[in-house]
């Protein structure tokens, strides 16, 4: 069975600094999909930005862009210019091309911003 | 364009009642899940549909029942509600392909006294 881990529960980063939340995974599938999500005080799940295992470039949307290292399993996501706004919980998620549409969650990292 | 809605958004309890948490989804998509999440754990999978009338186990699947009669709707059933049934809980849907993205509803905080 797949697993994922973040191995920090709590993170901070001042305003416009840069901060890097940590992703690891196993599994002995080939083909796979990676995500990170957010989910503000709402409780909404947001989708930040996702990775296709086969594409050996790293993903970027904005402010948010990924470490994706295959053989290492380790999927880290990189915040830039934070925001108080980017204070949230994050998850990671793995998605198997084996396992259907199932998601596999990490255990959540809890950013704070400070200003 | 609604997207996944879920209801309700908070309930209170008793142990031993039943009650029924309701999805629906609008973009007709053929996977729905219901995860619960626990601080400390994540959201972990309680069961699951790829289609209309199929239904199977997800990694938590104790204590609740699904059913799936149409596509739009993924019903969650608490047959005997426990304490440890105290959670929130989200209802998510996609399609089966790719690295299509699961839409979540807002979620449903459930407590059990």
């Known amino acids: 069975a797949q697993t994922v881990t973040q191995s920090q529960p709590e993170m901070s980063v001042q305003e416009a600094e840069t901060v890097t939340l940590s992703c690891t995974y196993d599994t002995s599938e080939s083909d796979y999909y990676l995500f990170w999500y957010k989910q503000p005080p709402s409780r909404q799940m947001i989708l930040v930005i996702r990775q296709e295992a086969y594409k050996q470039q790293n993903a970027t949307e904005n402010r948010f862009s990924v470490n994706f290292q295959k053989a290492a399993k380790s999927f880290s996501l990189k915040i830039s210019d934070s925001q108080l706004g980017d204070a949230a919980m994050y998850f990671c998620?793995?998605?198997?091309?084996?396992?259907?549409?199932?998601?596999?969650f990490g255990e959540g990292t809890q950013l704070t911003v400070n200003p | 364009n609604a997207g996944v809605t879920q209801t309700p958004k908070f309930q209170v309890l008793k142990t031993g009642q039943s009650m029924t948490l309701q999805c629906a989804q609008d973009m007709n998509h053929e996977y729905m899940s219901w995860y619960r999440q626990d601080p400390g754990m994540g959201l972990r999978l309680i069961h699951y549909?790829?289609?209309?009338?199929?239904?199977d186990q997800g990694e938590v699947p104790n204590g609740y029942n699904v059913s799936r009669s149409t596509t739009e709707d993924f019903p969650l059933r608490l047959l005997s509600a426990a304490p440890s049934q105290t959670s929130v809980y989200f209802c998510?849907?996609?399609?089966?392909?790719?690295?299509?993205?699961?839409?979540f509803g807002q979620g449903t905080r459930l407590t059990v006294v």
């Open positions: 998620a793995y998605r198997g091309e084996t396992s259907g549409s199932r998601l596999t």
């Open positions: 549909s790829v289609g209309a009338g199929i239904t």
């Open positions: 998510a849907s996609s399609t089966l392909t790719g690295n299509t993205e699961a839409f």
